[in-house]
């Protein structure tokens, strides 16, 4: 069993998709959760009735974490509002796909501010309270198409890629520190970023995956409450692929 009782999580971008099953998961197995928003409120304040209601501790936190100033001032908020900080968990972000030759340079170097740059801004925040307690748990949300390229994807990829790098070197630089660093590489899953591909591609999507189907969200927030809890304790610098089986 999974014991993350006495523990205070963050989790960014936590209003909606997998950083809202992930909240709710880190909620429910003890830990105290700081849910992140940017603009999502009520969603936000949904995902903490919903971690209150099965007797956990959380509150909403609003910030934009790809903007540094912001970040800082979300994990002071946590830290504030709990005195500690064990977990972190990296997951805001978003997508603009495109094929490379029609990509708007703007569209690029805004998926590599929100899904790459809001991981350092919020990691480097988060350090200073993680060494002095010489505990912390961080867990990237990476994906696929990081690890295996995806056509229309250049930006989102170059920038999921980017986070399986930082957590490799970041899990080394610490783990004398007593913080483990690992990345969930999440494969296809229903959430708001995916429900809007037509009917025909997600079925070619399945004929990928030797499992023949999507994930779920809730499948993604269990590894990560693993990685997150000292069951994981000799982990660090991983990749996990929550993928069935695609790579």
């Known amino acids: 069993m999974i014991d993350l009782n006495g523990k205070v999580a963050l989790v960014t971008g936590a209003s909606r998709g997998i950083g809202r099953a992930i909240a709710i998961r880190l909620g429910g197995l003890g830990a105290k959760v700081a849910v992140n928003y940017f603009k999502s409120a009520d969603a936000a304040n949904e995902v903490v009735e919903e971690i209150k209601k099965n007797g956990g501790e959380a509150i909403a936190i609003q910030g934009d974490v ?3 100033d912001q970040a800082q001032n979300v994990i002071k908020a946590t830290i504030d509002a709990f005195g ?3 977990i972190l968990v990296n997951n805001a972000g978003t ?3 495109n094929l490379l030759a029609l990509m708007k340079e703007q569209d690029f170097d805004f998926i590599i501010e929100n899904d790459l740059k809001s991981v350092f801004n919020c990691s480097k925040a988060a ?3 993680m060494m002095k307690q010489r505990y912390g748990r961080v867990v990237n949300i990476t994906s696929v198409s990081g690890v295996m390229g995806n ?4 930006n989102y990829s170059a920038a999921k890629a980017g986070v399986i790098g930082f957590t490799k070197a970041m899990a ?4 004398p520190k007593g913080i483990a660093v690992n990345a969930v590489a999440a494969g296809y899953i229903p959430t708001d970023l995916t429900n809007a591909l037509p009917q025909d591609i997600k079925e070619n999507i399945v004929k990928f995956i030797p499992m023949q189907r999507f994930g779920t969200t809730e499948e993604v927030a269990d590894v990560v409450a693993f990685l997150a809890s000292d069951r994981a304790s000799y982990i660090t610098g991983q990749t996990l692929a ?3 089986g695609m790579v």
Do not use: C, I, M, N
């Open 66 to 68: 790809s903007k540094f």
């Open 84 to 86: 500690r900080l064990d």
């Open 95 to 97: 997508t603009r796909d």
């Open 127 to 129: 350090l200073r309270q």
């Open 151 to 154: 056509p229309g994807q250049t």
């Open 172 to 175: 080394k630089e610490y783990a």
């Open 242 to 244: 929550v993928d069935g």
